[in-house]
C-alpha cells in the first residue's frame, strides 16, 4: 500500500546528542515536509523540500537540519542545538502541483515519532 | 491563523448532537482550505476540503463553509459520535505555494456518549 512510514515511533534520547528520524514514502510525491507538534498544540513547520536535494527552512528550523537525496526520503536530525527538543514529530507528503481536479497539494502524514530527551 | 504557544481550545459535545469547529484564517491569498482530523498518538488525516471559488462542500457528516469576506472556515459535524472525539485542525494554502499548508492552532472535539 502507497503511505508514508516514520521510524522509529519512540525514541529517547540523552541530552548532547543528535538524533536522526526516518521518514519514507511511495506515492512519488515530489514535496516532502516535517512538522513538529508539542503537547496540546498545534503543528508548526521545521523544514520542507520540493524537489530533491533542495529544501528549506520552516517557521522553526532553528537546532534541526535534513537532507533530500531520495525523492522517497526526507531525514530529519535533531542536533543537540535544539533546545527543547522533546516533542511528536510529524513527516508529510504532498504531490508538487495540482494535477487535474483531484490535485490539491493535500498533505499526506505519517504516524509520527515521538522523541523524549532524558 | 497558526497561533504558536497557545493552548488548543475544546469543544465538548453529547452523542448525536452536531458540531461546530471553527477556524480563523490570516491570508487573503489562500486558496485552498483542508480540514484534518488528528488522534491521539497518530498523525493528521484528511476530512474535508474547499477552494475558494466555493463557499460550502458537503461529505458524508460533515461540511465546511467558507466565508471570505471575514476569513473564517467552519466544519460542521453532523449527529456526533464518540469515535469523532479528537483533535481538529484547518490548514490553507496560498496562490503560489504548492503543497505548503499552514494549519491552524486545531481544536479539540469531545464527545460524550
Known amino acids: 500500500d502507497g503511505g508514508i512510514t516514520q521510524s522509529p515511533k519512540y525514541l529517547f534520547r540523552k541530552e548532547g546528542q543528535n538524533v536522526t528520524l526516518s521518514c519514507e514514502q511511495n506515492?512519488?510525491?515530489?514535496?516532502m515536509y516535517w512538522y513538529r507538534q508539542d503537547p496540546g498544540q498545534g503543528l508548526r513547520l521545521i523544514y520542507y523540500?520540493?524537489?530533491?536535494?533542495?529544501?528549506q527552512k520552516g517557521d522553526i528550523a532553528e537546532g534541526y537540519s535534513v537532507s533530500r537525496e531520495k525523492k522517497e526520503s526526507f531525514p530529519l536530525t535533531v542536533t543537540s542545538a535544539q533546545k527543547n527538543p522533546t516533542a511528536f514529530y510529524l513527516c508529510?507528503?504532498?504531490?508538487?502541483?495540482?494535477?487535474?481536479?483531484?490535485?490539491?497539494?493535500?498533505?499526506?502524514f505519517g504516524e509520527g515519532s515521538r522523541l523524549t530527551v532524558l | 491563523g497558526e497561533s504558536v504557544g497557545l493552548h488548543l481550545p475544546t469543544l465538548s459535545v453529547q452523542e448525536g448532537d452536531n458540531s461546530i469547529i471553527n477556524c480563523a484564517y490570516s491570508?487573503?491569498?489562500?486558496?485552498?482550505f483542508i480540514w484534518y482530523k488528528q488522534e491521539s498518538g497518530k498523525g493528521p488525516q484528511f476530512i474535508i476540503d474547499?477552494?475558494?471559488?466555493?463557499d460550502k462542500r458537503q461529505g458524508q457528516r460533515v461540511t465546511v463553509l467558507l466565508n471570505k469576506t471575514v476569513k473564517h472556515l467552519s466544519l460542521q459535524i453532523a449527529a456526533t459520535q464518540p469515535g469523532d472525539s479528537a483533535v481538529y485542525f484547518c490548514?490553507?494554502?496560498?496562490?503560489?505555494?504548492?503543497?505548503?499548508?499552514?494549519f491552524g492552532q486545531g481544536t479539540i472535539l469531545t464527545v460524550h456518549p
Open positions: 506515492l512519488n510525491h515530489d514535496a
Open positions: 490548514a490553507e494554502k496560498g496562490g503560489t505555494s504548492y503543497g505548503k499548508l499552514t
Open positions: 523540500s520540493q524537489i530533491v536535494n533542495d529544501f
Open positions: 508529510a507528503s504532498s504531490a508538487l502541483r495540482d494535477r487535474g481536479p483531484k490535485g490539491t497539494g493535500e498533505l499526506f
Open positions: 474547499i477552494r475558494s471559488n466555493m
Open positions: 491570508n487573503s491569498a489562500s486558496d485552498y
